[in-house]
Structures are given as structure tokens and as C-alpha cells.
């Protein structure tokens, strides 16, 4: 089943028009994973999925229902969340205040909170820090636990694996695994390796344009096609 579907979509940031041509489909369950150079579109795809971009003109659609001209707040309560590649927490705020923000009626379910912690133990722990003072990849941890503290059909996550030393991001990987069996995620990533473990499925977007879609198993066996597209080779 297609969870999210965009056509034709195109969106522009002030003058400069970002994405031309943007059109691919999430099926339901799993990682699909949005690829491409540096300033391709991944991230304006995201934001315009969201809305946070007006793409105009093309649509993107949301269990078959049309989400593009919605506001941001109401894609949002219809159970997507976005983790930023900025990460989009508050600093000033403890570990679980984070958290607290991040539902609908300010109340967290204990069991999912259980549940968060098993797979960020970091989280539990330093549960009464203020979120500024948690390390690179901790602050990830809480970025990611925003975003499933409360059940969702879908997460957007923007490159959560930049900057991060190697033992975390292998811990994000299980994370993800764990994420997936529940929610669909829409991953944008460099980190090639981390992401041809995760994904079933996968874009790449070149100058604002899907190049290629297809499965990662196919995509991760062809180095020439990888090289043209990424330039991993470099």
C-alpha cells in the first residue's frame, strides 16, 4: 500500500527554484531512503512534504488524501513527524520536558516511554539534563525520540547521522530497525553504508529532479550506477 505519494512536485525558495521535478511513492512499513549530492533537494522535499516549503505547482498525497495545501500542524496531527537535520530540540529544557512537548495533551504514555528508552538508554539517564548539555549523539537520541514518543504512520528524518561517531550511528541503525516494524520512515542520508542497511526502497534526487527510484538491494549491487549518481568512487 502507498503511504505517501509525490507528483510533479516543485517548489521554489524566494527566487531560486529548488526542486523541478519531484515525484516518487512510500509504500507502507519499512525505510525508503531520499539520496543525492550535497544541495540536490533532499532536504526541501522534506520541508515540503511538511509544508514548511509551499511546493506549487504538483501534489503530495497522504494515505490518498491531498496534504499540500495543508498547514504544517494539521499533516502533523495526521501522524507525521519531521526530525530536522538541526535536530529541533529546546535547549534550555530537560531531557523529558523534550518529550513532554512533543505529545498531543502533554501527558506521555509510560509504557511507550519504557519503550523510547530501550532504544536511547542514554535518554533515561540523563533524564533531567537540559538538552543543551547532552553530547552530539544524544542530542540525536532526543530529536528521534520526539518523533515516535506518540505513535506515527510516518517520519521524515533529515541526515541523522552527520557528525556522529561510528559506535552511535550503529546504535541508530538498531533504533531504526526497531522504529520501522511499526512506522514508515522517509530517511535522507550521505552515509551511504547506514543507509543501503536500512532501506527497502530509494530515491535520488540530482538538481532538484528524481534521477533514479528503485530497491536499495538493486541500487547497493550496481557501484557504476552508484558512482554515476553519488559519486561515492570520489
Same mark, same amino acid.
Given at each position: 500500500?502507498?503511504?505517501?505519494? %509525490? ?34 533537494? *533532499? ?17 503530495? =498525497? ?9 498547514? =504544517? ?11 530536522? #537535520? ?10 523529558? #520536558? ?15 516511554? *519504557?519503550?523510547?528508552? $530501550?532504544?536511547?538508554?542514554?535518554? #533515561? ?36 547521522? *552527520?557528525?556522529?561517531?561510528? $559506535? ?5 541503525? #538498531? ?5 520501522? *516494524?511499526? $512506522? ?13 542497511? %536500512? ?30 549518481? %553519488?559519486? %561515492?568512487?570520489?
Amino acid at each position: 500500500m502507498t503511504l505517501l505519494s %509525490l507528483k510533479n512536485v516543485k517548489t521554489n525558495i524566494g527566487q531560486y527554484a529548488v526542486l523541478h521535478d519531484v515525484s516518487f511513492d512510500v509504500a507502507e512499513g519499512g525505510v525508503f531512503v531520499l539520496l543525492g549530492r550535497n544541495g540536490a533537494g *533532499k532536504t526541501t522535499t522534506l520541508r515540503s512534504i511538511m509544508h514548511l516549503w509551499r511546493p506549487s505547482p504538483g501534489s503530495i =498525497t497522504f494515505r490518498g488524501q491531498d496534504i499540500t495545501g495543508m498547514h =504544517t500542524s494539521d499533516i502533523a496531527r495526521m501522524g507525521v513527524a519531521y526530525v530536522p #537535520e538541526n535536530m529541533g530540540i529546546f535547549g534550555t529544557l530537560t531531557v523529558d #520536558e523534550n518529550l513532554v512537548l512533543a505529545t498531543a495533551n502533554g501527558k506521555i504514555d509510560q509504557t511507550r516511554l *519504557k519503550w523510547v528508552h $530501550s532504544l536511547f538508554p542514554a535518554l #533515561e539517564k540523563f533524564r533531567e539534563k537540559q538538552a543543551w548539555s547532552l553530547s552530539g549523539g544524544q542530542k540525536q537520541m532526543l530529536s528521534v525520540a520526539r518523533a515516535i514518543i506518540e505513535p506515527r504512520q510516518l517520519i521524515l528524518i533529515d541526515e541523522p547521522t *552527520k557528525g556522529l561517531a561510528p $559506535s552511535i550511528v550503529d546504535a541508530m541503525a #538498531e533504533a531504526f530497525r526497531d522504529i520501522a *516494524k511499526d $512506522s514508515t520512515i522517509l530517511l535522507v542520508e550521505q552515509n551511504f553504508r547506514f543507509a543501503k542497511s %536500512l532501506g527497502r526502497d530509494m530515491a535520488v534526487i540530482d538538481d532538484g529532479r528524481v534521477v533514479h527510484a528503485g530497491s536499495m538491494a538493486d541500487f547497493a549491487a550496481d557501484q557504476g550506477l552508484q558512482d554515476r549518481l %553519488l559519486g %561515492l568512487s570520489m
